[in-house]
């Protein structure tokens, strides 16, 4: 895809999507909040009204009355079902502008055996596959047990997880399984939900009595994706933080992430009255995934003693490995195809811009390894520790010195193996 209009497209997509969850996510907190406070009714209720309440908004006061049925359908029903749907569409466009349509080194290690094609084909077939799944659990007698089948989706999350860094770059992995986690989400909406509510009014439409269990069904499966709305929340901006997907056992990370995300909502609803073994199981959970995100290797140049003693590295030596392994896309004008910009403008041009750039070309060629992009430009273990080194050791943009280059320092891969 052109550079150009896959940005344009990237950004009109992602401004709908980011709208779209808003309204969707919105909702979903709105709802489960409602009724949670209807269920606390403060007055009989007559009828079939399940509870009411009121509320202060906007210069004005709404009183809210849930019943479990009707009498006559109303013209004017709102349905509450296109967030989740734009939500779902938008998302999978995106999934499509970049990684599918982006360069194969958006979804695979330069190493991997796999072609492009099937990268896209098990990443379409792994969202079918794990819904499917997931529908499935729904129909066993599990659904009966929250905290089963709970444990038995977090058994099989964390399954996909490492099925993904398997297969994808662990950031295309994290993305994979929070568009598994959305699919399966907006599919409750569309096979579920959406479909209970309508027999519900079909029911009382023909004057025959309405069978409410396809209401307490719509409600089970609306709770599910409820809890699921901050681990998919997780995995949408996880591919800012490369400590964590860059994790060597990033599977872990984020399954414990989608923990305590769940945690989080947990606490959000029962507050006062949320079991104190699930907030410790959530704060473990948090402390887990923060020690093992913690690098070996210090951030700041200088701090780690192993790297800063190692013989010294002159920038004639960095400077060579950047230029091999990172310029072709971090300069001002990227000769990799697939970009026509400098990624997130960071430009490795200039020895003031390497020197800007210190800390976290640590971070992302040394610890994380999470750069170059899928490795395409084939940077070698023993560049890295150089490089690490020369930051360790300060940095130093001014003193050139020698290159001294490992062996397989060889020319970069052909620009070709980047293009889309
Ligand atoms: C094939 C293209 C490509 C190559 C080669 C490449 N990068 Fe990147 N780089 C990207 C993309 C895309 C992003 C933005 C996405 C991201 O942050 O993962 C990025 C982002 C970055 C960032 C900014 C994000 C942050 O965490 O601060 C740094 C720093 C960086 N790269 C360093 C490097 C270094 C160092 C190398 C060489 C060892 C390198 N890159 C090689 C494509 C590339």
């Not at 938008?90 to 492009?116: C, E, K, Q």
């Not at 560049?383 to 010195?401: C, F, H, K, N, V």
Request: include cysteine.
């Amino acid at each position: 895809m052109d550079p150009w209009v896959q940005e344009w497209a990237n950004l009109a997509v992602r401004w709908a999507h980011v709208l779209a969850g808003i309204l969707w996510i919105g909702d979903s907190f709105l709802f489960i909040w409602l009724d949670a406070r209807l269920s606390e009714p403060r007055r009989p209720l007559e009828g079939d009204v399940v509870g009411e309440m009121r509320m202060a908004h906007g210069g004005g006061f709404y009183e809210v009355v849930k019943r479990r049925s009707l009498t006559e359908i109303p013209p004017d029903l709102a349905w509450f079902k296109w967030e989740s749907y734009s939500t779902w569409i938008t998302g999978f466009l995106l999934l499509i502008i970049v990684y599918w349509a982006g360069g194969r080194a958006m979804l695979l290690d330069a190493a991997s055996p796999l072609s492009h094609g099937a990268a896209v084909g098990i990443g379409l077939g792994g969202l079918a596959l794990g819904t499917a799944v997931y529908h499935a659990l729904c129909r066993t007698p599990l659904i009966r047990d929250p905290r089963a089948f709970g444990a038995v989706g977090l058994a099989l999350l964390l399954a996909v997880a490492w099925g993904s860094t398997q297969v994808f770059t662990p950031r295309a992995a994290f993305i994979q399984v929070g568009a598994l986690l959305g699919t399966v989400m907006a599919s409750n909406v569309f096979f579920v939900i959406i479909p209970a509510q309508a027999h519900m009014l079909a029911s009382t439409a023909a004057g025959t009595p309405v069978d409410t269990s396809y209401g307490a069904r719509a409600k089970q499966r609306s709770v599910h994706n409820h809890y699921l709305t901050l681990p998919v929340l997780f995995t949408m901006v996880s591919n800012h933080f490369p400590s964590l997907y860059g994790n060597a056992t990033p599977w872990l990370v984020l399954a414990l992430v989608v923990v305590v995300g769940v945690g989080v909502k947990y606490a959000m609803n029962f507050r006062g009255r949320s079991h104190p073994l699930a907030l410790g199981g959530t704060a473990a959970a948090l402390v887990a995934v923060m020690a093992m995100t913690r690098p070996a290797v210090p951030a700041s140049p200088g701090v780690d003693a192993a790297l800063a003693a190692s013989p010294p590295v002159s920038f004639a030596t960095a400077d060579a490995i950047l230029r091999a392994r990172c310029v072709s896309c971090h300069a001002a004008a990227p000769t990799d195809p697939a970009f026509a910009a400098p990624p997130l403008g960071v430009v490795l041009d200039s020895p003031e811009q390497v020197r800007a750039h210190a800390d976290r070309i640590a971070v992302r060629a040394v610890q994380t390894r999470t750069m170059p992009l899928g490795n395409l430009t084939g940077m070698t273990d023993a560049e890295r520790a150089l490089l690490g080194a020369w930051i360790a050791q300060g940095a130093d943009t001014s003193a050139p010195g020698p290159a001294r280059l490992p062996p397989a320092a060889a020319p970069m891969a052909s620009p070709e193996a980047a293009s889309p």
